[in-house]
């Protein structure tokens, strides 16, 4: 299954027969007593950072790291047939949440909380929106290792300013938008549709808004009929209301978003507004840049729903990417060490910094003001910092196949060929 909701760091794999490059050599596989491998995706920016610190590392200790990159695409599988084999990693990348919490639940995974606690200036360097997503009852597993990327909405200012109008702040708002924008024949919503990831990002607000942070914390956690909340119900109907109101054009359905299709459309002005994570500014600057240039590039938190029961301060999608420590590792204390004197070291978080990422790092305000997208990277921080709760993005969670599952049935949903109701008694089917 590809990684949806895209890192824009993270770059395509060259060659689908070749799954792993080690990055250091060494060992001739997991569990020498010497080595402990760390496994990561291919990311030709985090990467070297990677490998500088695990280099600085080695330099002190009698105990080596060695970095085995895997590409994006089949690294989700490699790591669930390994963890529990004699080929395992001893330090492992994942996306929080259900993702870690299927090794967590076969006792595959080191339990941090007691080293965290012994190193508290460490363990509270971190976002608690972000940390807490790598922590399962009570107890931690894992700490973040890079940029975090809440999804919000991007708009085109100069076509704002011609309507008259100004970012919302409700949902009821953005609903009188789609009116204001279809009166100057401009399409309100560009939705890349083709790419069913885009539609989870509008489901995943509105569940998150309407009914609270609980209510896919029950879906990622397999309650018995957690699909089955009246908040996925009108999150799915408010969705459908959308389609019906044209507020993605007539369509949507067609827009990819691979090869610049949606960013074009809002740069020409064409469309006013994008539901996208933080790669929307990389891709802007790489395919629209005179646009980029122009500083019409604007971003909006997703607003209130006036009736909902969610917090209007969470943030939905891939809070970032964390390392954790398998349970039988020769060596949980060294690999403890590396993560505690790297993770959030100056060294680390600036490279970060310098790569166009927004470490969840306490503090780093006046880093990011001196950076290079420094006005969005800044208002992105202190939107993750001011958030109560960040939901993980869905199809990153969940199960694979209920993930591949549910994003199917949303393109269902979106083009009429799905009842809300039908697609909840398929998905309580599947899990």
């Not at 069913?196 to 609980?214: F, K, N, P, Q």
Request: one cysteine or more; a negative charge.
């Amino acid at each position: 299954m590809r990684q949806h909701f895209p890192q824009h760091r993270v770059v395509a794999a060259a060659s689908a027969g070749a799954l792993l490059m080690a990055t250091a050599c060494g060992q001739s596989g997991p569990g020498a007593d010497d080595t402990l491998q760390v496994w990561a995706v291919e990311d030709e920016v985090l990467n070297p950072l990677l490998e500088e610190s695990i280099a600085d590392f080695n330099a002190g200790s009698d105990v080596e790291l060695e970095l085995v990159t895997i590409q994006n695409d089949p690294y989700k599988e490699r790591l669930q047939v390994a963890m529990g084999s004699p080929e395992r990693p001893d330090i492992f990348f994942n996306w929080g949440g259900g993702n870690l919490g299927q090794y967590v639940d076969a006792g595959q995974v080191y339990d941090m909380t007691a080293d965290l606690d012994d190193n508290p200036e460490f363990r509270d360097a971190f976002l608690p929106s972000v940390l807490e997503v790598a922590e399962l009852d009570g107890s931690v597993y894992g700490v973040p290792m890079q940029g975090t990327q809440p999804v919000s909405f991007f708009y085109n200012q100069e076509v704002f300013d011609e309507a008259g109008a100004e970012p919302p702040e409700t949902y009821a708002e953005l609903l009188d938008l789609v009116e204001v924008f279809q009166g100057e024949e401009v399409t309100p919503v560009v939705l890349p549709g083709a790419a069913s990831w885009t539609l989870l990002m509008w489901v995943s607000y509105l569940v998150d808004r309407v009914g609270g942070a609980e209510v896919y914390a029950d879906i990622s956690r397999g309650a018995d009929g957690a699909w089955d909340d009246p908040a996925v119900i009108e999150a799915l109907e408010r969705s459908q209301d959308l389609v019906d109101e044209g507020a993605f054009g007539s369509d949507f359905a067609a827009v990819d978003w691979d090869g610049g299709q949606a960013t074009t459309l809002l740069a020409e002005g064409e469309a006013a507004m994008i539901l996208m994570g933080p790669w929307m500014v990389q891709d802007v600057e790489a395919n629209a840049p005179e646009f980029y240039e122009s500083g019409d590039l604007g971003w909006f938190a997703f607003p209130e729903v006036e009736s909902g029961q969610g917090d209007p301060s969470a943030v939905v999608g891939p809070p970032t990417n964390y390392f954790s420590v398998h349970a039988e590792t020769d060596h949980p204390e060294v690999a403890m060490d590396w993560l505690i004197d790297s993770m959030a070291s100056d060294e680390y978080v600036q490279g970060l910094i310098d790569s166009g990422a927004v470490p969840p790092i306490e503090g780093i305000e006046d880093d990011l003001a001196d950076s290079e997208r420094a006005e969005f990277t800044t208002w992105l921080y202190d939107l993750t910092e001011e958030s109560e709760h960040f939901t993980p993005a869905w199809d990153q969670d969940l199960d694979p196949s209920e993930a591949e599952t549910m994003l199917t049935n949303f393109s269902l949903v979106f083009e009429g060929d799905m009842t809300p109701e039908e697609f909840v008694a398929d998905m309580d089917d599947e899990s």
